[in-house]
């Protein structure tokens, strides 16, 4: 089974800056045999996925309002993704949840809450 563990949430004026970390582990688990992204859960919205890297090509991939905003990021040695989250608004603000995914599995963090205030 594989542990995921989020960090880097908090509070921020609009046009800040946040890195979210989300550092996996397991037994045997390698980073690079899996995608891994960030999903967001507003409230009293869906959950919307917000970014991801393939595991097949390693293209990453991310939501229209967020592009040219956010990174996505890993470092396999550590076995930690990232979400470099710059000039935010308040629409960003929710709970965000990373994510991997492979074999027929995905295992998700406990969420980490983004708040941007206006």
């Known amino acids: 089974e594989v542990q995921l563990m989020e960090s880097g949430g908090g509070l921020v004026q609009a046009g800040g800056s946040l890195r979210l970390s989300c550092a996996a582990s397991?037994?045997?688990?390698?980073?690079?045999?899996?995608?891994i992204g960030w999903f967001r859960q507003a409230p009293g919205k869906e959950r919307e996925a917000v970014s991801c890297i393939s595991k097949s090509d390693g293209s990453t991939h991310y939501l229209d309002s967020v592009k040219g905003r956010f990174t996505i990021s890993s470092d396999n040695a550590k076995n930690t993704v990232y979400l470099q989250m710059n000039s935010l608004k308040p629409e960003d603000t929710a709970v965000y949840y990373c994510?991997?995914?492979?074999?027929?599995?995905?295992?998700w963090g406990q969420g980490t809450q983004v708040t941007v205030s206006s």
């Open positions: 994510y991997v995914q492979g074999g027929g599995y995905t295992y």
């Open positions: 397991g037994s045997g688990f390698t980073l690079d045999e899996y995608t």
